[in-house]
């Protein structure tokens, strides 16, 4: 049995969205790194993606942990 989150949310599905939170930040990393050295143009500055790879790990972690919560409260 499954505890769920709010209306349609479950354990699961929080550990594939933290999944993807964490790729985005990943990505966003590459893209700074490649908007730094100047093998890509991007209209943002690459401490822009910084932060916002920064807020997606946070999001990421905070997902997990709340479905680590609720995966253990059942």
Do not use: K, Q
Not at 19 to 48: K, N, Q
Request: overall charge positive.
């Amino acid at each position: 049995m499954r505890l769920r989150l709010g209306m349609n949310v479950s354990a699961p599905l929080m550990y594939a969205l933290s999944w993807i939170l964490l790729g985005a930040a990943f990505l966003m990393v590459g893209l700074a790194i490649a908007t730094a050295l100047g093998v890509e143009w991007l209209p943002v500055a690459p401490l822009t993606d910084l932060i916002i790879a920064a807020i997606c790990a946070g999001l990421a972690l905070m997902c997990r942990s709340l479905a680590r919560r609720f995966e253990h409260a059942v």
